[in-house]
């Protein structure tokens, strides 16, 4: 028999100190709530879980983000409702200003000081109308990029024999080829006909000549439509590059027109340059991710008075009065035009907040599993630690004893 080392309580030590080792793990999972507290827990299981974190987290805030999208949007439509208020009124003041039964020098004026009126609250509302100091219709915020975007403005007042312009053209510019290092940009004139259609040729250098035939007067919409149905020439020679023909046919057509043309068919001015927007779209981070697909460009066009075509307008006189119905018309087609994208864009920023909702909920499930405690199963690995830590202290004792049966011998 053995004093100097005790084979036995050694043993039962060892496994008491296991024991206690796994009993304060089980009590550490159950207290914090987590079966992963360290990398030691579980190193793979840490680094998957720290990833769906983040992925949770960028989802959260990308949801609010998709909120304050939405916010923003309401904004400038709720200011844009008011604006479509006063175009009606204003359409209202030109049909009763077009009737017969009213003086020019008396009568009209009183409806144009109050026209003039809504087309200067119009012009502020464009200017003011803000989200966290962020216009939203002053044109800052116009659809298409500031890079690659062009606005033809085309002007002349009437005069006894020449038809009046007023017709502004947005086009998209775009690179030539891969190697291109400038904007290629279609280039508007106009031309008048006595015998030929109305219709828009593109020639292979860009210029997009649009005929109007005489004696007809259109709208902005009649040349956006001709836009759209434009052709080219039929060889190499002649013909337009499809990027070209893309740019012409998208192109938007704002203003009140050309007026009547006469039998001379010349017009009060025949073309002018395209100017480079300054607008730029207003990007929301709506994913969690930096790809292109989780970001989406929110634009809106410029909505003061002269974007929508009704700078010169009036309705002093009967004439004038009459062929303001048609202006007014143009740009309340024009604010439902902005007013539809902006709810459009609300619409599709709903679905995507349900959308992140569910990513993240189905995500978070997945690194709970992962990290998070099953309490009902570790209770059962205290229990049975618990246990195995009072019988390793009772025969740690009784091993304890085992040595003293020497003196029995030394008796």
């Not at 966290?132 to 659809?143: A, P, Q, T, V, Y």
């Not at 020449?162 to 891969?178: L, M, N, R």
């Not at 779209?281 to 003061?304: A, M, P, R, Y």
Request: charged share 25%; aromatic share 4%.
């Amino acid at each position: 028999m053995r004093i100097q080392h005790n084979i036995m309580a050694m043993n039962a030590y060892r496994n008491y100190s296991n024991n206690t080792s796994a009993l304060s793990k089980n009590l550490e999972k159950l207290s914090s709530g987590y079966k992963i507290n360290r990398a030691g827990d579980d190193a793979a299981g840490l680094a998957i879980s720290e990833k769906m974190r983040a992925q949770i987290t960028g989802l959260d805030k990308a949801q609010d983000n998709a909120k304050d999208g939405i916010s923003l949007v309401q904004t400038a439509e709720g200011a844009l409702t008011e604006v479509h208020d006063m175009l009606n009124r204003m359409y209202e003041l030109a049909e009763q200003s077009a009737n017969g039964t009213f003086e020019d020098a008396t009568d009209r004026n009183q409806l144009q000081k109050e026209v003039d009126q809504l087309k200067s609250e119009i012009d502020r509302i464009a200017d003011s109308a803000n989200f966290n100091g962020i216009k939203l219709l002053d044109g800052s915020m116009k659809e298409g990029n500031a890079l690659d975007t062009f606005t033809t403005t085309i002007s002349g007042k009437a005069t006894a024999s020449k038809a009046g312009v007023d017709v502004s053209i947005q086009a998209e510019g775009f690179k030539a080829s891969s190697a291109a290092t400038t904007l290629s940009k279609p280039t508007f004139k106009f031309a008048t006909s006595s015998t030929a259609s109305a219709a828009a040729k593109v020639a292979k250098d860009g210029t997009v000549t649009i005929t109007l035939k005489e004696g007809e007067s259109y709208t902005a919409a009649d040349i956006e439509a001709l836009l759209k149905k434009a052709t080219t020439g039929t060889d190499s020679g002649t013909k337009a590059s499809d990027a070209m023909m893309d740019a012409v046919k998208n192109a938007k057509v704002s203003g009140s027109g050309v007026t009547e043309i006469g039998t001379n068919g010349s017009l009060a001015k025949a073309s002018a340059a395209a100017v480079q927007d300054t607008g730029k779209d207003l990007t929301l981070q709506i994913g969690d991710t930096s790809e292109k697909f989780n970001q989406l460009e929110v634009s809106i066009n410029d909505c003061h008075v002269d974007a929508l075509g009704l700078t010169e307008m009036k309705i002093s006189d009967q004439d004038s009065a009459a062929e303001a119905l048609n202006m007014i018309k143009s740009a309340i087609n024009y604010v439902s035009d902005v007013r539809g994208t902006l709810g459009a864009t609300q619409n599709r920023l709903d679905h995507t907040i349900n959308n992140l909702s569910v990513m993240q909920e189905n995500i978070q499930d997945a690194e709970s599993t992962i990290r998070d405690t099953d309490v009902a199963d570790e209770m059962m690995a205290y229990t049975k630690n618990n246990i195995l830590i009072q019988s390793a202290q009772a025969m740690l004792a009784q091993a304890n004893q085992v040595p003293q049966g020497v003196l029995q011998l030394l008796q």
